[in-house]
């Protein structure tokens, strides 16, 4: 799993992803906001992924933004595009260079454009290893 995440990074616009065990064990040393779900090839279970952003963190722009992008998050999960736009947009206004509410921006207006099946489940199917 962890060569796979590593991987994700470029996908994410991220520097360092990790696994929720990962973040389970350094959730109260590291500040890292969660990113995703995702089912790898072979796997049938989801993974949530998140990205360590550092120690300590005094950037008020940054932590507006990672606000912003997990309510996007709970949004995107409830299939509520405009909802998950509206705070993507606002994260961006925060911090311009946010990968994550880059990527999860573009995949909001994709499928608000063109809708998943009524059992979409809000997991990121990864198709490669």
């Given amino acids: 799993l962890g060569s796979r995440l590593e991987g ?4 994410y616009g991220t520097r360092i992803i990790v696994s929720e065990a990962t973040y389970a064990a350094v959730k109260d040393q590291l500040l890292c906001r ?3 779900s995702v089912r790898v090839k072979g ?10 952003l550092g120690e300590e963190v005094d950037d008020a722009a ?3 933004a990672v606000s912003a992008y997990e309510q996007a998050l709970a949004c995107y999960r409830r299939a509520d595009w405009d909802c998950a736009i509206r705070h993507l947009e606002w ?3 925060q911090r311009a260079g946010d990968g994550p509410s880059r990527a ?3 995949r909001c207006h994709s499928l608000k454009a063109s809708p998943p ?3 979409w489940d809000g997991v990121t199917a990864l198709q490669s290893k």
């Fill in 34 to 36: 969660e990113l995703d």
């Fill in 117 to 119: 099946p009524a059992d």
């Fill in 91 to 93: 994260a961006l206004r």
């Fill in 104 to 106: 999860l921006l573009e």
């Fill in 8 to 11: 994700l990074n470029k996908r």
């Fill in 62 to 64: 940054l932590q507006s």
């Fill in 43 to 52: 796997k049938d279970t989801p993974t949530r992924i998140f990205e360590v």
